[in-house]
């Protein structure tokens, strides 16, 4: 049972565009929650994160918005650009437990296209 | 450069032998972790180590034993290769502040 799901496998947009990527989730435990990128032949690069007591986080280009109620987030790149195109990947971990061990979504990859 | 390394990044074995995937961190984090990841079905944990010789068991730690006998290296040792392990595998530490590094991966095949 997937407990951070990725519902749209991939994304398409056009440069300049803004990218929002979605995240949500089943386990009402997670209490921290991180993006990360990943280009093909590599590992992933962490991107962005956002505690549970927060429902905003902005580094740059990339804000990721909590929704706890919805048990939802979102990733956004403003403005999008070519070198954005990866696969996406979100990531919880739990209260009270490793919160080191992630449980980590399929990821969605992201075309932008110049 | 500072980062998590990887060797090899490809290997093909034969159903049965065994090998060991390295992994080194010059961070000196304390939290490490292996991770595989197959089409369809994300990243998956295998082992994890909070430091030297303390290891656990993640999701699918069948097929795998890990060692922690210094902060900087994290091996993998596959005991009996099965077709079911080819993947790529991805080492990971951090310091525990959620944020991981990975290494660039080992793409395993098993025939």
């Known amino acids: 049972d997937q407990q951070v799901k990725q519902n749209s496998p991939s994304l398409s947009v056009q440069e300049g565009r803004i990218s929002i990527l979605n995240c949500d989730y089943t386990?009402?435990?997670?209490?921290?929650f991180l993006w990360y990128k990943k280009y093909p032949a590599e590992g992933p690069t962490f991107l962005i994160s956002?505690?549970?007591i927060k429902d905003k986080n902005e580094d740059g280009r990339f804000t990721v918005f909590l929704n706890k109620s919805a048990k939802h987030l979102s990733l956004h790149i403003v403005p999008s650009q070519p070198g954005d195109s990866a696969v996406y990947f979100c990531a919880a971990s739990a209260i009270g437990g490793n919160n080191r061990k992630l449980i980590w979504g399929l990821g969605t990859s992201l075309a932008v296209n110049p | 450069n500072a980062g998590v390394t990887q060797t090899p990044k490809f290997q093909v074995l034969k159903t049965g032998q065994s090998m060991t995937l390295q992994c080194a961190q010059d961070m000196n984090h304390e939290y490490m972790s292996w991770y595989r990841q197959d089409p369809g079905m994300g990243l998956r944990l295998i082992h994890y180590s909070v430091g030297a010789g303390i290891t656990d068991q993640g999701e699918v730690p069948n097929g795998y034993n890990v060692s922690r006998s210094t902060t900087e290296d994290f091996p993998l040792r596959l005991l009996s290769a099965a077709p079911s392990q080819t993947s790529v595998y991805f080492c990971?530490?951090?310091?525990?502040?959620?944020?991981?590094?990975f290494g660039s991966g080992t793409r395993l095949t098993v025939v």
């Open positions: 990971a530490s951090t310091s525990g502040s959620r944020g991981y590094t």
């Open positions: 386990n009402s435990m997670f209490d921290y």
């Open positions: 956002i505690s549970s």
